[in-house]
């Protein structure tokens, strides 16, 4: 029989804070403000920020470097029992790469209406042909999170910038 997974959500806030640093250190570059952090045994050993833009990289999402980031620093290419905090909803890019990556856990922020694979466009994690399931957690600090997304893609429309939010 297995043991009970014991989640500690006690944590949840201040790693999403660390994202939301990243998120932000984004949007000064210009890129869409994601950010993400790879959290193992309490501690960060991944860190990523949307850089598609500055990197000519359609992959280089906030998950996928900070994902990047972390399998480098552990090296390995699995990361079981990392939680992976991330302001905004994955993508099904980047779900897949959650799960391929063996990630453990995924805390995100705010939902993404438009493209989030995770509860909003689709249930991903749910699909019964995954070999790995990825527990979620929904919501936390969403209001920031959203709010720093917003404040971005409001500035951008009064530069008279494109308001591409397919850029995440």
Do not use: W
């Not at 949840?12 to 570059?29: I, T, W």
């Not at 996928?64 to 905090?85: E, F, H, K, S, W």
């Not at 063996?102 to 509860?119: F, L, M, T």
């Amino acid at each position: 029989m297995r043991k009970p997974l014991i989640i500690d959500r006690s944590q949840d806030e201040r790693f999403m804070r660390e994202a939301l640093v990243l998120a932000a250190q984004g949007a000064v570059e210009g890129e869409v403000p994601v950010g993400a952090v790879l959290v193992c045994h309490g501690e960060i050993v991944g860190r990523g920020y949307n850089c598609p833009i500055s990197r000519n990289d359609p992959s280089a999402h906030a998950e996928m470097v900070a994902i990047r980031d972390a399998a480098g620093a552990l090296r390995n290419y699995r990361l079981p029992g990392c939680t992976l905090y991330v302001t905004l909803e994955p993508c099904s890019m980047c779900a897949g790469l959650i799960v391929h990556s063996r990630v453990q856990r995924v805390v995100y922020g705010a939902s993404e209406p438009k493209a989030g694979a995770v509860v909003s466009r689709g249930r991903f994690f749910e699909q019964d042909f995954l070999n790995h399931r990825v527990l979620v957690e929904g919501g936390v600090l969403a209001a920031e999170c959203g709010e720093l997304l917003s404040a971005f893609f409001r500035q951008r429309r009064q530069k008279g910038e494109p308001d591409s939010s397919s850029d995440a």
